[in-house]
């Protein structure tokens, strides 16, 4: 039971941190929503050590997430489409969605919170064990 309870600690505190990271990524997206220009970027999460749990991999460009891409992995926005982007992004507004970034903060705050459940979960459990062998 130590072993499990140990465990469950570790990945809540992973995942935890991960959604630390990822909050704060879409707290400089908001808080630049007014800058000239800014492109909001996102957290990539990936599998946590020993393959449990989560942790930020790498904050990448949110516009990366809605471009397509063709079969190959390549990307599938034509070159005549990629000269019109160019040519709308430069000197715009920021790119941040306010209504996108509230619900990926909501989101994390319930994911953040229910990992917190796991932490106090397991360490009820561990002073029950400590109780016992007492």
Do not use: C
């Amino acid at each position: 039971m130590t072993n499990s309870s140990n465990s469950s600690l570790a990945v809540a505190a992973g995942a935890m941190t991960a959604q630390s990271w990822g909050l704060a990524v879409t707290a400089h997206n908001v808080a630049n929503v007014s800058t000239a220009g800014f492109q909001p970027g996102r957290a990539a999460y990936a599998t946590g050590p020993a393959g449990f749990g989560a942790r930020l991999s790498a904050v990448l460009p949110a516009a990366d997430a809605a471009r397509p891409e063709a079969a190959n992995g390549a990307s599938a926005v034509s070159p005549a489409q990629a000269v019109y982007d160019v040519t709308t992004i430069v000197g715009a507004p920021s790119g941040t969605d306010l209504g996108t970034a509230s619900v990926e903060m909501i989101a994390t705050q319930h994911a953040y919170e229910a990992n917190a459940q796991v932490v106090r979960t397991a360490d009820a459990m561990l002073g029950t064990l400590l109780d016992m062998k007492a």
